[in-house]
């Protein structure tokens, strides 16, 4: 299942390809992101202290520029960042810790990975005396075990041509079959889609949780029949495009390149969106020490590296202070936008922490049985 930090890596590259950003853009929202090398120069790495990040991009050895990382080298001599693309899985990061092995020092994760490894006491708790919770959004973006230095929606996306009387404005309106004709898109894993499943079925987005996992998961298994499944991102986008799902849930970063190059054909709504956070989380025991939170600080604290990740790819900032910094035509596929923020419900990273593997597999299950 490709992850949401994999699919941006694969939405920059086809940006730089197409010439919508240049390579300078793309090395450095690359390593906004967490891809790449960022490393100060030979002689200083020859004596420095190392801090390895590790991200999903598989681009380690390519040597991204200096956007997140040159504000810590800066501000903390001796010290370099690099990248390991490998992927920070939670059974990795499990492995590492529990052999006494640890090489990775920051992983970008997500919250609800961040609760389920945090209490197996397989991360280090972040030091709120260095990281500074007022650098990020205030509900589920400063966590015990992680911190968010970008975030991200699951929105509802659709073909305005198939509805010319006018398209879907909520879940509930997505599981209406009757009403909005058509085959449904929705992706093989149960985050998001249950919490949508769950408005649907009538529940305040305000107080969402704790969801419902058996109602849920019959709501979601009641369209299978009439759904098609995305593992990827650009496989969601091509569902759409193609006009083989005529609504569907997809990251907010596809849909907005479908909104774009669609001429505005295929829209999308912020309503009902599930903001989720883009956690960082450091491993028991890492080498780098506390070197890792004061690199979190600094990639937390700087919004200017924040606002051109999103002028690149689309991922929201969580500094407070990016948000007067967005350009104005940026605005609309910014997800924690002020206007767009407070419309979507933050999606709950604790009570995913406990119960995402009971919930995907009852949802893979009952999608697939």
């Not at 967490?34 to 790495?45: H, L, R």
């Amino acid at each position: 299942m490709q992850s949401f930090q994999q699919d941006c890596v694969e939405l920059a590259f086809r940006r730089f390809r197409r010439g919508e950003v240049d390579r300078r853009t793309l090395l450095a929202g690359l390593a906004a992101l967490g891809v790449g090398s960022f490393v100060g120069g030979e002689a200083q790495a020859q004596a420095a202290r190392k801090l390895v990040m590790v991200n999903w991009g598989g681009l380690a050895n390519q040597g991204f520029g200096n956007f997140y990382g040159a504000p810590f080298v800066a501000a903390n001599p001796g010290w370099t960042v690099e990248q390991d693309s490998t992927g920070p899985s939670a059974g990795r990061i499990r492995s590492m810790v529990e052999s006494g092995r640890v090489t990775w020092d920051m992983c970008d994760s997500s919250a609800s990975s961040s609760f389920l490894l945090g209490r197996q006491n397989l991360l280090t708790k972040i030091d709120y005396s260095i990281v500074k919770k007022e650098d990020t959004l205030p509900v589920g973006f400063a966590l015990e075990y992680g911190a968010a230095p970008y975030s991200f929606s699951s929105v509802l996306c659709y073909d305005s041509a198939k509805f010319p009387n006018g398209g879907p404005t909520s879940w509930k309106d997505f599981y209406d079959l009757q009403k909005f004709p058509g085959t449904r898109l929705m992706r093989r894993d149960a985050l998001a889609t249950l919490d949508a499943a769950q408005m649907a079925l009538g529940k305040d987005p305000a107080h969402l949780y704790p969801l419902d996992i058996d109602a849920t998961v019959r709501k979601a298994a009641s369209l299978r029949r009439n759904a098609v499944f995305w593992n990827s991102g650009s496989e969601s986008e091509q569902f759409l495009r193609t006009g083989e799902a005529v609504m569907g849930m997809v990251w907010h970063t596809r849909a907005t390149v479908l909104e774009r190059e669609t001429n505005g054909r295929i829209k999308f709504l912020w309503p009902q969106g599930l903001l989720q956070a883009g956690i960082m989380v450091i491993p028991r025991g890492n080498p780098g020490g506390e070197g890792a939170q004061r690199l979190l600080a600094s990639m937390l604290h700087n919004p200017e590296p924040q606002v051109g990740l999103l002028q690149l790819l689309g991922n929201g900032p969580t500094n407070p202070r990016a948000a007067a910094m967005v350009p104005e035509e940026l605005r609309r596929k910014n997800p924690t936008d002020p206007e767009n923020e407070r419309v979507q419900v933050v999606m709950d990273g604790e009570w995913w922490g406990a119960n995402y593997q009971q919930a995907n597999a009852d949802y893979i299950d009952a999608i697939t049985g």
